[in-house]
């Protein structure tokens, strides 16, 4: 069983930044790959990074690559989404997802998720 939390949203301005974190209970490292998605309201979940398990395989969304770099240490079960020049489209619920099939953008294939940091950047 792995328990992800989230933190590190927030209220910001157009071209800010932010760092979110994603803390595991249990071991990630070896098991599974760590992504992010966001939802906004009225819209579905959409992939925005992922991370393969040892790190070193990436995969970004189109509308956030060049802006957004995610990151993981396993030694401290952590998760991170380097967020810059934010955006008003940016805005939404970010959720940390664990899953055992690879760097995937499918967000049925994650088994895990956190209960989400909101980031608002206002028009």
């Known amino acids: 069983q792995v328990q992800l939390v989230e933190s590190g949203g927030g209220l910001v301005q157009t071209g800010d930044s932010l760092r979110l974190s994603c803390a595991a209970s249990?071991?990630?490292?070896?098991?599974?790959?760590m992504g992010w998605f966001r939802q906004a309201p009225g819209k579905e979940r959409e992939f925005v990074a992922v991370?393969?398990?040892?790190?070193?395989?990436?995969d970004y969304a189109d509308s956030v690559k060049g802006r957004f770099t995610i990151s993981r240490d396993n030694a401290k079960n952590t998760v991170s989404l380097e967020m810059n020049d934010l955006k008003y489209e940016d805005t939404a619920t970010y959720y940390c997802?664990?899953?055992?099939?690879?760097?995937?953008?499918?967000?049925?294939?994650?088994?895990?998720w956190g209960q989400g940091t909101q980031v608002t950047v206002p028009s």
């Open positions: 991370i393969s398990r040892d790190g070193y395989t990436k």
């Open positions: 997802g664990a899953t055992r099939y690879g760097t995937s953008r499918n967000s049925q294939s994650y088994t895990y």
């Open positions: 249990g071991r990630i490292a070896s098991t599974y790959a």
